[in-house]
């Protein structure tokens, strides 16, 4: 047990980033199967009234499943920044896990803060998705305005996925981040 926190959390940061990551995907699908399940339950009322309305329904109850989707794309820009798919590496070093513990903290709570927010959101765009779903089944030509209603809480959704595309990204050696030893900053300050 010791080697193994000392290789995954304590040498390296590769344990933290995988919570992260996994915290990002397991958020999302859970905000996307909830939202999907309140929209879902609304389009199957609205579908036993009126079938022809299916289509309409069907796009309107699938809205929320892209949050699960992008807690996936996060959990891999997390792994990727990491090296943890390197798997196959012909060279050793190049299979080496390049975070350190602090900065697979880092990625952790970039994680675990996108994946919340795809969660709220994913719940969030459910339960207007299942408005827009009864606003089409008391006027079927309004659908195309329909879906505009849940689009707009897929907006920040989306910014989550971003902010946290762009966060990973700065935190890597490679593409800026440059942390020194705590004497070294230290000493400058003297």
């Known amino acids: 047990m010791t080697e193994f926190l000392n290789q995954y959390f304590l040498m390296t940061g590769a344990g933290w980033a995988v919570i992260g990551a996994m915290f990002a995907v397991m958020f999302g699908g859970i905000g996307s199967a909830r939202g999907i399940r309140i929209a879902?339950?609304?389009?199957?009322?609205?579908?036993?009234e009126k079938p022809e309305l299916f289509g309409k329904s069907l796009i309107l109850a699938a809205l929320p499943g892209t949050q699960g989707f992008y807690g996936f794309v996060i959990a891999f820009i997390i792994a990727s920044a990491a090296n943890l798919t390197n798997t196959g590496a012909e060279e050793a070093?190049?299979?080496v896990v390049k975070v350190s513990p602090l900065v697979g903290m880092a990625m952790m709570f970039v994680g675990l803060f996108?994946?919340?927010?795809?969660w709220k959101s994913?719940?969030?765009?459910?339960e207007v998705s299942a408005a827009s779903i009864n606003l089409v089944s008391k006027r079927p030509e309004e659908g195309g305005r329909a879906i505009l209603f849940p689009v707009l809480v897929?907006?920040?959704?989306?910014?989550?996925?971003?902010?946290?595309i762009l966060i990973v990204g700065w935190l890597t050696p490679e593409r800026g981040l440059l942390v020194s030893p705590v004497q070294d900053i230290l000493k400058a300050t003297k």
């Open 154 to 164: 897929e907006t920040y959704a989306v910014v989550a996925l971003l902010a946290a």
């Open 40 to 48: 879902a339950a609304e389009a199957a009322g609205a579908v036993s």
């Open 114 to 118: 996108a994946g919340i927010v795809q």
């Open 122 to 126: 994913a719940v969030a765009q459910g």
């Open 93 to 95: 070093a190049d299979a």
